[in-house]
């Protein structure tokens, strides 16, 4: 197996408490998480030889093993025969906030590619005119996109607007996010409220995000509200469960 002419994982100091409770393995793992979060640790780095990483941080083949493989269970690190242990990507982590998978994708560093599946005038299901407060089969405006970062497919995003609320060009909505062009428009984003769940992808999902059919999703239902109170827009999205998760805060009420 060829060996990376240097070590990636030799510049980020890594190092174990021996006097902690928390196992060797996890606390190796979390430091080479943290480093492919911060992009300290690039897509497509190969790490080195197990043995060599073992004997430099003092601790055991296996453990080194286990901690890589804890990173290869959640998508970051991938084993090829003949190239080695190689960093895939990492998890996009969410915040629970008025914000779009564009902005969020952009600040992790992930370079968010669109691709516009339908942008088109259809009448409003029943979900849909509820969530827009607009009657049954009225017509309102319906994008899909996929939502890809590295090359790699991370969501497949349905949106539904009012008509004629702003105008809706595929190439703008290819080349930066809808809350980018809806503030453009002069649509102020005052509030939202949101749902998220998961459930398991059906075939012609699976096949636009990558993953197999049955594999788990992210789900996430969005309302936006502008500051008259008024539905400006809302969303049903599907995240790939490998590579995407949402973080939430939590306070004690008191």
Same mark, same amino acid.
């Given at each position: 197996?060829?060996?990376?002419?240097?070590?990636?994982?030799?510049?980020?100091?890594?190092?174990? /408490? &021996?006097?902690?409770?928390?196992?060797?393995?996890?606390?190796?793992? #979390? #430091?080479?998480?943290?480093?492919?979060?911060? @992009?300290?640790?690039?897509?497509?780095?190969?790490? @080195?030889?197990?043995?060599?990483?073992?004997?430099?941080?003092?601790?055991?083949?296996?453990?080194?093993? #286990?901690?890589? #493989?804890?990173?290869? /269970?959640?998508?970051?690190?991938?084993?090829?025969?003949?190239?080695?242990?190689?960093?895939?990507?990492?998890?996009?982590?969410?915040? !629970?906030?008025?914000?779009?998978?564009?902005?969020? +994708?952009?600040?992790?560093?992930?370079?968010?590619?669109? +691709?516009?599946?339908?942008?088109?005038?259809?009448?409003?299901?029943?979900?849909?005119?509820?969530?827009?407060?607009?009657?049954?089969?009225?017509?309102?405006?319906?994008?899909?996109?996929?939502?890809?970062?590295?090359?790699? %497919?991370?969501?497949?995003?349905?949106?539904?607007?009012?008509?004629? !609320?702003? %105008?809706?060009?595929?190439?703008?909505?290819?080349?930066?996010?809808?809350?980018?062009?809806? &503030?453009?428009?002069?649509?102020?984003?005052?509030?939202?409220?949101?749902?998220?769940?998961?459930?398991?992808?059906?075939?012609?999902?699976?096949?636009? +995000?990558?993953?197999?059919?049955?594999?788990?999703?992210?789900?996430?239902?969005? &309302?936006?509200? /502008?500051?008259?109170?008024?539905?400006?827009?809302?969303?049903?999205?599907?995240?790939?469960?490998?590579?995407?998760?949402?973080?939430?805060? !939590?306070?004690?009420?008191?």
């Amino acid at each position: 197996m060829p060996k990376p002419a240097t070590d990636p994982t030799v510049a980020l100091r890594l190092g174990v /408490d &021996r006097s902690s409770p928390v196992p060797l393995y996890f606390q190796l793992s #979390q #430091q080479l998480e943290a480093a492919i979060e911060k @992009g300290r640790l690039s897509p497509g780095s190969r790490l @080195g030889n197990e043995v060599e990483l073992a004997a430099r941080l003092g601790l055991s083949r296996p453990t080194v093993r #286990q901690a890589i #493989q804890s990173l290869v /269970d959640k998508g970051l690190l991938v084993r090829r025969r003949g190239v080695g242990t190689q960093v895939v990507h990492s998890q996009v982590r969410r915040p !629970l906030a008025l914000s779009s998978l564009y902005d969020d +994708l952009e600040a992790a560093g992930q370079r968010p590619t669109t +691709l516009v599946l339908h942008n088109t005038v259809e009448p409003a299901a029943p979900a849909v005119a509820a969530a827009l407060g607009v009657p049954e089969g009225a017509e309102v405006h319906r994008i899909d996109r996929l939502r890809s970062a590295h090359g790699e %497919p991370m969501a497949y995003l349905r949106n539904h607007l009012p008509l004629g !609320l702003l %105008p809706l060009d595929s190439a703008e909505l290819e080349a930066t996010g809808l809350y980018r062009v809806m &503030r453009a428009a002069g649509i102020s984003l005052h509030s939202a409220r949101q749902s998220v769940g998961a459930r398991a992808a059906g075939a012609a999902e699976g096949k636009l +995000l990558g993953e197999d059919t049955g594999a788990p999703l992210l789900t996430m239902e969005r &309302r936006t509200f /502008d500051g008259t109170g008024r539905a400006v827009e809302f969303g049903s999205h599907l995240y790939r469960a490998s590579r995407y998760a949402f973080d939430f805060q !939590l306070l004690v009420r008191t």
